[in-house]
DNA sequence: TAGACCACTTTGGTCATACCAATCTGGACC
DNA sequence: GGTCCAGATTGGTATGACCAAAGTGGTCTA
């Protein structure tokens, strides 16, 4: 909790190498389906031409891909595997791969992401520390404050949630909303108009949640983040469906 | 539904090449803590010279690991990275560390999984369609004929919330389960002897799941599945305490 | 003609070596 | 003590080569 990413002054792009490039075209290839399931992929020669690059970037790239658990490299070639069987990692390329991210994708997640909210609170709640109670009465108090930009209050939600997983303190659900992490959250803050919720829910969620933290009560902590779940999916899906 | 994994005579070992056993190697030492976060990895070079091998086999390597969000590679060094913030892949080496999976873990695990379990349930079943409702019905039949061996009846287990994941259709799901799977139930399937659940819970199991496919009530299955996975837990957590 | 068998080709796995650009390091210099 | 610069180090990439396993196609046999 102390040591947190103090030095972040500059933003790094991921990097973008020759194998990393080559990896992201035929991730999206395979992702858009141009190769059927159990096909050979091309050799990695044939790749290396393509790309006018050498055999050794193309291996790292297909390693990459074998990664996503979308390719399975044999002796004898690649082959494609299906994509419901890939790695959580295809995620973020398969909701960027349009001019707009697909809605139903979009609700699915939100939708998952939900119900790992409510999980994570029921999980930390019951357990809550007079500190950490404490801690957490803090944070929802100085939501209230500038209720009105959702560019100010989502961070601090976000870090609510982050506070509560930590509590929650289970290591498989904090890798998986790593990943999720990962994927989505910053390729869904930047494409969309920010969806307006309206205030007096946002106000009725921290003073919802604010209860069930006082009173040690998860599901109603759950209960409130449903709702505003649900809120949040129409918004988006209102959002994404407008062209 | 109707074309699944029909050929699979011969299990594939998953070809242990020079380049993943270096990363399996390097890989668990990260996990192990035997690198502190922000440290810088060995240069590629020292690395193929300590593994014997070459640099491109040491690089495809840590470009898996890199995928692992374990390190972080720049021209200058690879650093290490967080384990708290690296991808659910990281689960399974995870577990296979010490000679007994960590019980704080499973734990984790099976509770997490219990959650996704149930939020499939309650997406899936209000939304069956009669076709649908029927093949479950006829997988919760097949089950209370071989009730007592939980070998045969743990695979139908998964078969049925495979089917549910399928009704539900949440790609988010999916892929969160297909990398839960990949990287714990094999692995938990082989380590402890077989936690035998008292047949008479497995009954009222079917039963009460039975119940609620056939009235439609998703809370119901799920709430089933609460209670089986609670036991679950008990007894896998049991059998992880006695030496 | 259908099927088994075998040589040839292709493919992935690995190695060695080399060059470049970015980074890092250490010492000279102010 | 701080600044700055040159050399060493490091990752990124390319080329070329060899091996073993898998795929390929043709021949030969029953």
Chains 1, 2 share one sequence.
């Not at 194998?19 to 141009?34: C, F």
């Not at 959702?150 to 790593?178: H, W, Y």
Request: net charge negative; proline share 5%.
């Amino acid at each position: 909790m102390s040591r947190m990413n103090s030095i972040s002054p500059i933003k790094v792009p991921p990097l973008m190498t020759r194998s990393h490039e080559i990896a992201g075209v035929l991730r999206d290839e395979i992702l858009r389906g141009q190769f059927r399931p159990s096909e050979r992929l091309p050799s990695e020669r044939d790749l290396a031409a393509r790309f006018g690059a050498s055999r050794g970037a193309v291996r790292e790239a297909l390693s990459q891909i074998e990664q996503l658990r979308l390719i399975d490299i044999q002796p004898g070639g690649a082959r494609i595997k299906e994509v419901n069987d890939a790695s959580i990692a295809v995620l973020g390329p398969l909701l960027g791969m349009g001019s707009k991210p697909d809605a139903d994708l979009v609700d699915q997640f939100l939708d998952t992401f939900s119900a790992l909210a409510r999980f994570t609170a029921t999980r930390a709640i019951p357990k809550l520390s007079e500190s950490q109670r404490a801690d957490l009465l803090a944070q929802l108090d100085s939501m209230t404050h500038d209720m009105n930009s959702v560019e100010s209050l989502q961070p601090k939600m976000r870090a609510f949630l982050m506070t509560l997983g930590g509590i929650a303190d289970n290591l498989v659900v904090r890798l998986i909303s790593n990943d999720l992490q990962a994927q989505f959250v910053e390729r869904m803050l930047q494409l969309h108009p920010r969806p307006s919720l309206k205030p007096e829910l946002l106000r009725e969620l921290v003073s919802d949640m604010r209860l069930g933290v006082e009173s040690g009560d998860g599901e109603a902590v759950a209960s409130a983040l449903d709702v505003h779940f649900l809120s949040m999916r129409a918004l988006v899906a209102q959002a994404l469906a407008s062209d």
